[in-house]
């Protein structure tokens, strides 16, 4: 009688461990010390302008939560690109909620019998209870193998191991749910979190044009666009902004929303949320070039960051818009 007590007290411990074994080395993807979650869809029987049409219906339907929208479509490319966010449940009962806000960015590139998904840029926002401003983390030092799990790579961590099993299976429900929109089938077939229905249409940008070399700005330095220190973009989200049209210099947006850099079909982008009745939206037009003007706070001296931009797409949110812009150049005081 002992003995079977003994195992009935063990039996939840070896359950939970077989559970994890999918969430040890390697569930967490990294390409070049970026986390990467890439899924080829294979559909042999379809064109690429095929693919491509279920790929944009599914993507319109499966991200249409608050947060998540496509912002970037080229037919003629076959490509899609998508703001992601969602809430990460850990644990729900009646006196307490455990989630947080997960945000990423998704590329659909569609060829001709297949799309190729990635899901990259994932970022966390986690409100401690004691603390008025949540946690931020990113995936490469959350929840990678190297901050994950144990020496032995044999278990994960307490602290951030849920984030590890939230992510993986959301990445895997996804995947699961683009295969679907196929006709293909997955190991773990998951429908869409919510019904599919046409979401806003989104105006992708003209296809664009070459852009001349900028003359060098006196005073500043020039970085590549895929080689600004990350510890310089930390800094922008506390750092006032304003939106400048190329030749436009009286045209000024102080209003807009730094929403962050990123990568998108190979090119380093910035985003930014700005007002439809803008004059500096108006000016840009829809592939316009335009610059972003870092300042430090409260202050009025010459910027010490800016950032020309020339604006690939964008959607609509509300009364406002995302712009998301190809970063050509990027100056340092």
């Known amino acids: 009688m002992k003995q079977l007590l003994l195992l009935a007290l063990f039996i939840p411990t070896l359950l939970w461990a077989q559970d994890d074994s999918k969430y040890l080395a390697g569930a ?78 998704v590329t659909l590139e569609c060829e001709s019998g297949k799309c190729i998904l990635k899901a990259a840029g994932i970022r966390y926002e986690y409100n401690v209870s004691y603390q008025r401003e949540p946690e931020k983390y990113t995936a490469e030092e959350w929840i990678t193998d190297k901050y994950c799990l144990n020496k032995d790579k044999t278990k994960l961590n307490r602290g951030n191991g849920k984030f590890r099993r939230k992510t993986v299976d959301f990445m895997d429900e996804m995947s699961a749910a683009a295969s679907a929109a196929l006709g293909t089938q997955t190991v773990a077939a998951v429908a869409p979190t919510a019904p599919v229905a046409p979401a806003q249409a989104v105006t992708p940008a003209p296809a664009a044009q070459p852009v001349a070399p900028v003359p060098a700005k006196e005073g500043y330095v020039a970085f590549a666009a895929d080689k600004v220190p990350s510890t310089l973009l930390q800094m922008l989200p506390e750092s006032d902004m304003q939106v400048v049209p190329a030749g436009k210099p009286d045209t000024k947006e102080t209003s807009a ?49 800016i950032i020309d931009c020339r604006k690939q797409g964008e959607t609509a949110e509300g009364e406002r818009m995302t712009v998301i812009g190809e970063i050509v150049n990027v100056w340092m005081k």
């Not at 982008?269 to 972003?292: C, F, H, M, R, W």
């Open 28 to 105: 967490v993807p990294v390409e070049n010390g970026k986390v990467v979650f890439t899924k080829e869809i294979n559909a042999p029987s379809y064109s690429k302008d095929e693919v491509y049409d279920r790929m944009l219906d599914w993507a319109n339907g499966f991200f249409n939560e608050d947060g998540s929208r496509v912002v970037y479509s080229d037919k003629a490319k076959g490509d899609i690109a998508v703001a992601g966010q969602t809430m990460l449940v850990f644990q729900s009962t009646a006196l307490s909620l455990d989630r947080t806000k997960m945000s990423y960015r």
């Open 257 to 305: 929303e730094w929403k962050g850099t990123g990568n998108m079909f190979g090119k380093s982008i910035a985003s930014i949320v700005i007002g439809k009745d803008s004059p500096a939206y108006k000016e840009i037009g829809d592939n316009g070039t335009y610059s972003l003007s870092f300042f430090k706070k409260g202050e009025n001296e010459a910027a010490w960051l």
